[in-house]
């Protein structure tokens, strides 16, 4: 079956770069839209962005100057880089693929991985 | 961007109960409205799309309904494994944007 697992640091320092990635087993990289979403501490989910094979992007505007979501097609990962990070930037951060024949919902979830910003 | 949001915020229910959980978009998004649930420490995971068609797995138990702007999860008999928390999602429009939840515990 389709399984996703998000990597990454999970302490980061305030205004240094957040970077995760997240393997894609069971299904191929290149088809359907690749996606990011976080949680902060006890809150809701916030939509970060997405990617598409193509290599095409959508970001949620209010990180929009601060993110970058790519893909690695060779290792079948995909990646989330959120630059000047702040406190408010931690939280539970998921990949997840994005079914465009189920009305974009992301069907399919990584575990999700704590990254705290603190010094 | 368009704002989501759900009524109640939480709710106490009983094992065998229905449960109704409203979802209400800011601006008209015809059946673009997803619905998840989501247990402590977990992932959410996908149970209605489209407003009212169930995701694979899903027990039948779960339904959907309504389109515009005011949505309805219900659940016709809860179970022990229901007690969770609920998000609707909107994907009429990017930024793609999710109610604040309702927690579902025992009453």
């Known amino acids: 079956q389709v399984q996703l697992q998000e990597s990454g640091p999970g302490l980061v320092k305030p205004s240094e770069t957040l970077s995760l990635t997240c393997t894609v087993s069971g299904d191929s990289i290149s088809s359907n839209y690749w996606s990011w979403i976080r949680q902060p501490p006890g809150k809701g989910l916030e939509w970060i962005g997405y990617?598409?094979?193509?290599?095409?992007?959508n970001y949620n505007p209010s990180l929009k100057s601060r993110v970058t979501i790519s893909l690695a097609t060779s290792k079948n990962q995909f990646s989330l880089r959120l630059s000047s990070v702040t406190a408010a930037d931690t939280a539970v951060y998921y990949c997840?693929?994005?079914?465009?024949?189920?009305?974009?919902?992301?069907?399919?979830w990584g575990q999700g991985t704590m990254v705290t910003v603190s010094s | 961007d368009i704002q989501m949001t759900q009524s109640p915020s939480s709710l106490s229910a009983s094992v065998g109960d229905r449960v109704t959980i409203t979802c209400r978009a800011s601006q008209r998004i015809s059946s673009f409205l997803n619905w998840y649930q989501q247990k402590p420490g977990k992932a959410p995971k996908l149970l209605i799309y489209?407003?009212?068609s169930l995701q694979s797995g899903v027990p039948s138990r779960f339904s959907g309904s309504g389109s515009g702007t005011d949505f309805t999860l219900t659940i016709s008999s809860l179970q022990p494994e229901d007690f969770a928390a609920y998000y609707c999602?909107?994907?009429?429009?990017?930024?793609?944007?999710f109610g604040p939840g309702t927690k579902v515990d025992i009453k």
């Open positions: 990617v598409y094979y193509s290599g095409f992007t």
């Open positions: 997840a693929r994005l079914n465009s024949v189920a009305n974009d919902a992301f069907d399919i």
């Open positions: 999602q909107q994907t009429y429009s990017t930024p793609r944007t």
């Open positions: 489209s407003a009212s």
